[in-house]
């Protein structure tokens, strides 16, 4: 189960991370910026922007821990799968 530690030691990062929140019913939140996310003890508030206006949001959605799956990174790290090498006879 995630925990609160697992949420600040994400928005502690230095330089900061930004990284998706994916929820048990399959809905994900991206956290773009720590001040988007508020952890409390037993949820974490996550600021929906608002894509037409700057340090705006839309809406606090409120997630349990419990509902958490996992965090996932929104650098463009991910691990792709290597392309096949063709094979010359």
Partial sequence: M???EDVLENLDKRPFEPFRICMTDGRSYDVTHPDLCMP???T???GVPDPRLRRTVVRMDQCAYVHIVRFEPL???RQRPSPK???RD
Avoid: E, Q
Wanted: proline content about 0%.
């Fill in 2 to 4: 995630i925990r609160r």
């Fill in 40 to 42: 409390s003890r037993h």
């Fill in 44 to 46: 974490v508030y996550v």
């Fill in 75 to 77: 650098n463009g790290n």
């Fill in 85 to 87: 090498k063709r094979r």
